[in-house]
């Protein structure tokens, strides 16, 4: 990739001070006000508009992964991988209807409250403990590695700036976290528009670079509608099962993306664990008013719909021009095809000016992650350890002072592990090393949440069976089943890896997961009296809608089903 010129470099650094500057008006703003109690720096309680949650959600959830990784199996598969980003709008209408009013009912803050009002301390304990060192060890780290390496590598690949790049990324996330979550609420709204319109430059380059080579001129849609016509494999959400001679390409695309069978397991229980029970998310809307806080997540559903056009489909561009002898040489980057060079592969062609924005636009992605997900840290440490076992005494400016401490601390600790990766992200591939530590576990915790919340028998110590039996039965059917039960039986089928083993695809392992973890939960419950005392009370009108959220909720239905018409 060409070197960035003086342009790029004015847009970003206008970028940076632009959303520095309008951090430090909120904060200045909230200090002038007086604000500067505990929960208003966890969870800007009251004071995060609908606009501001949405930008936020989004901005927290899309970061390196999505524009590399998800580009790259653009590349790979197509848009069927589009299928995490669309269900996902389904899950936020589920979280939005049932879930965020029974949090904000029993006045829930964080995801280990949760558990200890619903089951008990020792439940609350042992996930806090896990999601502090998932959120350390796992994500924050993997996201400012992936962060570095892709901004790196569209910088020229220095061995030399990468360290820098990391330190870049750490100093910027503190200096949006350290305002706390008004100040990262409300910068996620540039963070999100410089998101947004730096990943459209990039599709348009990648989409008016397809018509250019099939000698269309320079246009866009015409770009798309070739891609429709040379790949159509590439633009079918649904993909067929692997017969007995289907070849390994196809293979490996089923085992990542199993058909319709994936809408009955695990693509649910990826969603809606990570959209509804899950700290670095739910926090955006735990303090805010029931409205405000429907439309927010229901407006990040919507903004879900569009997100492959940014991050999927220039991997799908990259791809038809590959195919057709483009690209050869950026996809070929380090001696054979990489699939997750497609994005970088497209940047390369992008003007001047316009390299610079969509550099903002993947460090906007990042840094508005690492911020959220370093408050998350900070919020159960302090509310769920600090101020339960070592300091019960702790007053609101003693608790947001180490809340502020916890974050210097998880992002210092996530930079020596990220400087030498010492985790071994990099071997690994970011999105696998991300799927290891958190999809084994995900069926366990969305099993004890869900019948923690509609199911008043649910007992603790059943929940505690569930968080184990759901890590045990996802190690079974992920790595066991195929050579103890066969590669074909009534619950799944087994298919080749390349490797000379056999797999069953991730999320059909999940959905197996989930679904033995609910059997053992309700075993053990009914041993267990009839209603649990610390079962919630719900009751019918918690789940009213108002007319103008159902508005929302059926025009995201409507263009759900439209888009998997055309491309079923």
Known sequence: MSKFSTIDYVIFVIYFFVVAGYGYWVYNRKKKAGVSGSHDFFLAEGSLTWWAIGASLIASNISAEQFIGASGQGFTVGIAVAAYEWIAAIALIIVAVWFIPVYLK??????????????????????????????????????????ALAINSLAGGDPNTFHWIIIALSVFALVIALGGMKVIGFTDVIQVLVLVIGGLATTYIALTLVSEHFGLGKNALAGFTAMLKDSPEHFKMILAKPGPNASQADIDKYLLLPGIAMYFAGQWIVNLNYWGCNQYIT????????????????????????????????????????????????????????????????????????????????TAAIVASLAGKANSISTIFTMDIYKKYIKKDADEKGMVLMGKFVIVAAMVLSILLTWKDLLGIGGEGGFTFIQKYTGFISPGIFAIFILGFFWKRTTGAAAIVGIVTGFAMSVLFNNYAPKIFGHETWLYTAFPNGHGGYEIPFLICMGLSFLFTIIAIVIVSFAGPKINPKAFVLDKSMFKVEPSTLALIIVTLLLLTALYVRFW
Request: aromatic residues 12%; glycine residues 10%; hydrophobic residues 50%.
């Open 106 to 147: 029993n006045k829930i803050f964080t995801m280990p409250q949760f558990l200890e009002t619903r089951y008990n301390q020792a439940v609350s304990l042992i996930m806090a403990i896990f999601w502090l060192f998932l959120y350390v060890f796992v994500n924050l780290t993997s996201i400012l590695f992936l962060g």
């Open 283 to 362: 926090q955006r809307a735990l303090g805010s008013d029931l409205k405000t806080a429907r439309t927010g997540i229901l407006f990040a559903g919507l903004m879900k719909l569009a997100m492959p056009i940014i991050v999927i489909l220039p991997g799908v561009a990259a791809y038809v021009l590959y195919k057709n002898g483009g690209l050869q040489q950026e996809m070929n980057a380090g001696g054979h095809l990489n699939p997750d060079n497609a994005y970088s592969a497209v940047l390369g062609f992008l003007p001047n000016g316009l390299k610079g924005l969509s550099i903002a636009a993947l």
